[in-house]
């Protein structure tokens, strides 16, 4: 058998570096789109968050710069409904504050100073403060009745949140079993060029002769 063609093709793939870092960053934008940003996110943050996800990934190819890529944008989602969670429930603690007053005072009465106290309004503010002291409560009841409200929204959020930590665990385990497999075979690519190079065709069949009967 003539092992000439496989020499020269082993050899060239075992000391082919692959497209530049700069070439495989085009195609990689090109793949991916546009950053995934939304309005008032901060794009400079999400390079940096890149660069140092990159580090640490330390990608050799393009398979492994999308999983790299892939764990960036899953983990600037996960972080981006964490804080889009609080966001929500400080948006809605007037309806946390509505609860507790109508235990405290007249529909009519507490409306008007929920309103006024989400509103910053330093009378209603102070009334609704001495109305919680007196009845032993403080801001954190507002913010936990506010959580009991909106509780099914509460929980979609964290649903999503919990969603996506799964897609990105199992991603750091598709990436590591993957770079395994990928340097298992490289190093048997050149093992093989190895033995092309210093023993010839006849000491290569040898050693896949030998290889194969194990």
């Given at each position: 058998m003539d092992f000439s063609g496989l020499k020269e093709m082993t050899k060239t793939s075992v000391r082919a570096?692959?497209?530049?870092?700069?070439k495989?960053?085009?195609?990689?934008?090109?793949?991916?789109?546009?950053?995934p940003l939304l309005n008032g996110e901060n794009a400079e943050a999400f390079d940096k968050f890149c660069r140092d996800v990159s580090?640490?990934?330390?990608?050799?190819?393009?398979?492994?710069?999308?999983?790299?890529?892939?764990?960036?944008?899953?983990s600037w989602e996960i972080?981006?409904?964490r804080r889009d969670l609080t966001h929500f429930?400080?948006?809605?603690?007037?309806?946390?504050?509505?609860?507790?007053?109508h235990r405290l005072t007249d529909y009519e009465k507490a409306e008007k100073l929920a309103?006024?106290?989400?509103?910053?309004?330093s009378q209603e503010v102070q009334v609704v403060d001495q109305m919680l002291a007196d009845a032993g409560l403080s801001?954190?009841?507002?913010?936990?009745?506010?959580?009991?409200?909106?509780i099914e929204d509460i929980e979609r959020f964290n649903h999503l949140i919990v969603v996506l930590e799964?897609?990105?665990?199992s991603l750091i385990r598709e990436f590591e079993r993957f770079r395994a497999t990928y340097r298992r075979l490289h190093s048997k690519g050149a093992e093989i060029a190895e033995v092309v190079e210093l023993g010839g065709p006849h000491r290569l069949a040898s050693s896949v002769s030998r290889t194969d009967s194990a």
């Open positions: 570096k692959g497209p530049s870092r700069s495989t960053g085009l195609a990689l934008r090109e793949l991916l789109g546009d950053l580090r640490f990934f330390s990608p050799t190819n393009i398979i492994e710069e999308i999983y790299a890529r892939n764990y960036v944008d899953l972080e981006r409904y429930i400080n948006a809605n603690l007037y309806w946390g504050l509505l609860d507790v007053l309103k006024g106290w989400v509103s910053a309004k801001r954190d009841h507002i913010r936990a009745q506010t959580m009991a409200v909106k799964t897609r990105r665990d």
